[in-house]
């Protein structure tokens, strides 16, 4: 019998773990590092500003996934013999129905959104959240029928290996190397996902993706399907299809998301939810998603020129994908920049040459930015503020010309999140909008 549950960590995830805990008559004690914030719950004892285990009478503490856990809180804490659960453990004690579960480096919102529109599109009840949305412990409901589960590398590296319906590791490029140490640690953060999956969905483009020895691998990638459980693009009478082994499913130009990148999230959002449907409603399904905020989302077009909102890609992979579905034409004046979370930008260089014509930089990345527009030979500046960076970018448009904030870093130098920084990068350009007027 559990004396007492910690919740370390009291951000968006700690808060869900607290209701989870809370709706089921148990009452925890909650520690966070930072100082104490006004009008938080105060059904629960808080500890706070504890960086160190303070010896509670516990045998349970659920880890949040902002929590290092190199901390000294966490070490102590499982010095004492403190069993560390996460809020992904608690979520899968919780439910019976299946679960599909999505990681990588890029795409892994748009591929859960999807994934949800998909099941409920073809009348299936289902919840959808984990890393996007809303946390996983709140979309618990008994009358869905499954869950689709967007999780990260930290969420992962701090659960059990669940036995998921079906997992998918989209990606897998250098992210959180500040965090993880190297491309190794990463990695094998996020092939926890796979380990006990009853069916593993991989990218054939990307080897880190499969795990040896999944259970019922089935891939997906931008060339034809290898076999009849794969997912693949084909080519019949000039158009290019959506297919599943042989079975041409639409053509890919009726799919609501624009971009090489999306081609390859819409097939894997088809993989993790083959079998649940027929394949003949994924057509109109495909056609009326709408996409996420903040990711390659289109702002305005001012004067011929394109403004388009990517915040969302806070790591390098997300804006090299977004520079690869762009023409090499050197019509993109790109925004970049922020925290780079110790990663190298330096694979930029290559599509930097040919598609961009102008790079405005902020954040404390801006630097290294700086350094890549020198060695690529194309103009860059650097500025301070959102309201700025527009206004250089303005400067450097013409029409036809497409404005990307893509920053291939963090925002959390600058801003609160990637939202922030979108919703001020779209503020700045309606004021363009209104000046033009």
């Not at 899968?92 to 795409?107: D, L, M, Q, R, W």
Request: glycine share 10%; charged share 20%; net charge negative.
């Amino acid at each position: 019998m559990t004396k007492r549950v910690a919740v370390l960590g009291f951000g968006i995830t700690g808060a869900s773990v607290v209701r989870h805990l809370l709706r089921r008559g148990v009452e925890p004690v909650v520690l966070d590092t930072r100082a104490a914030r006004p009008g938080d719950n105060q059904e629960v004892e808080f500890l706070w500003d504890a960086t160190h285990w303070p010896g509670l009478d516990v045998d349970v503490a659920i880890v949040s996934p902002g929590l290092d856990l190199d901390s000294a809180l966490v070490a102590e804490a499982r010095s004492a013999g403190v069993e560390l659960l996460s809020d992904i453990d608690l979520f899968f004690a919780s439910v019976s129905e299946p679960v599909i579960a999505i990681t990588g480096t890029n795409g892994k919102s748009t591929v859960t959104s999807l994934a949800g529109h998909l099941l409920s599109s073809a009348g299936i009840s289902c919840g959808v959240g984990g890393n996007l949305g809303e946390a996983a412990l709140d979309i618990i409901d008994p009358d869905h029928q499954c869950y689709v589960l967007e999780l990260s590398s930290f969420q992962l590296e701090r659960s059990a290996e669940h036995a998921f319906h079906c997992a998918t590791i989209l990606n897998i490029s250098e992210d959180h190397l500040d965090k993880h140490g190297d491309l190794a640690g990463y990695a094998a953060a996020k092939q926890r996902i796979c380990s006990a999956a009853a069916s593993c969905v991989y990218n054939r483009a990307d080897p880190l993706t499969l795990l040896a020895g999944c259970a019922n691998p089935v891939s997906f990638g931008a060339d034809a399907p290898p076999t009849a459980v794969d997912w693949g693009i084909r080519e019949d009478a000039g158009e290019r299809y959506f297919a599943h082994g042989d079975e041409l499913i639409c053509p890919t130009s009726q799919f609501s998301l624009s971009g090489a990148h999306n081609e390859q999230n819409a097939l894997a959002a088809c993989a993790v939810v083959d079998g649940w449907f027929a394949a003949n409603k994924i057509s109109t399904a495909l056609a009326s998603f709408a996409g996420l905020a903040h990711r390659f989302e289109a702002v305005a077009q001012i004067a011929g020129v394109s403004y388009v909102d990517d915040s969302k890609a806070t790591n390098l992979g997300a804006t090299v994908a977004a520079l690869g579905g762009m023409p090499a034409a050197n019509q993109v004046v790109l925004i970049a920049g922020g925290d780079a979370k110790g990663v190298d930008l330096s694979p930029l260089l290559s599509l930097l040459r040919g598609r961009v014509k102008q790079l405005v930089t902020l954040g404390q990345d801006g630097p290294q930015l700086m350094q890549l527009a020198a060695k690529a030979d194309i103009p860059a500046v650097a500025c301070s503020g959102m309201v700025e960076v527009v206004a250089a970018a303005r400067g450097a448009a013409s029409t036809g010309d497409t404005v990307l904030l893509s920053p291939a870093c963090s925002s959390l130098d600058m801003f609160s999140g990637f939202a922030e920084r979108g919703d001020q990068f779209a503020a700045a350009v309606r004021d363009l909008d209104e000046a033009v007027c």
